[in-house]
T-cell receptor, first 111, second 115 residues
């Protein structure tokens, strides 16, 4: 069964450093989402792509976060510089329609 | 605007007993409703969805959910709980086409099944 791949699974960094997360969606899924999930809460959307275009990035803190999906397949989410409050699980999901399929996530800890 | 509420932070049930995890929603149009499960340090796994049709939806792992339009609810149920069902459960809603295409997730309900 096809799955969404994410790497790394865990990342520890110091504040003010740059971090990057990678996501490979299920083949053929045009829509890709990046979510942030703080412990004890539900996922919150950061950015949505349709193919290579950004559909919604209204909740993305653009002063430090950036996301790209250059060829409309895999995607990278970057944080620079990282802050203590960025510690969270970063989830990628892809979708062929109504249903979203999530990757295992990247757990980020900022020290 | 769309919103979803999971009124219980935690649900405790004995193995073999029926379980219910509650979800209520608010949308301006017709809802698309989803349930996901999350195990520790894992992403969310899709369980089931309601788009249209029969109000009782059957999903993965023996779970089902009942759409109740008058009560704006979409409670998750299972007739006989297993210890392995212990996990975090998320309800999500999005408006039908014409509204937001991005689901809104609830805060999650921790289900604990005791042996």
């Amino acid at each position: 069964e096809a799955e969404v791949a994410q790497s790394p699974r865990y990342k520890i960094t110091e504040k003010s450093q740059a971090v990057a997360f990678w996501c490979d969606p299920i083949s053929g899924h045009a829509t890709l989402y990046w979510y942030r999930q703080i412990l004890g809460q539900g996922p919150e959307l950061l950015v949505q792509f349709q193919d290579e275009s950004v559909v919604d990035d209204s909740q993305l803190p653009k002063d430090r976060f950036s996301a790209e999906r250059l060829k409309g397949v895999d995607s990278t989410l970057k944080i620079q510089p990282a802050e203590l409050g960025d510690s969270a699980m970063y989830l990628c999901a892809s979708s062929p329609g109504e249903t979203q399929y999530f990757g295992p996530g990247t757990r980020l800890l900022v020290l | 605007a769309q919103s979803v509420a999971q009124p219980e932070d935690q649900v405790n049930v004995a193995e073999g007993n029926p379980l219910t995890v509650k979800c209520t929603y608010s949308v301006s149009g017709n809802p698309y409703l989803f349930w996901y499960v999350q195990y520790p340090n894992r992403g969310l796994q899709f369980l089931l969805k309601y788009i249209t049709g029969d109000n009782l939806v059957k999903g993965s792992y023996g779970f089902e959910a009942e759409f109740n339009k008058s009560q704006t609810s979409f409670h998750l149920k299972k007739p006989s709980a297993l210890v392995s069902d212990s996990a975090l459960y998320f309800c999500a809603v999005r408006d039908s086409p014409g509204g937001s295409y991005i689901p809104t997730f609830g805060r999650g309900t921790s289900l604990i099944v005791h042996p």
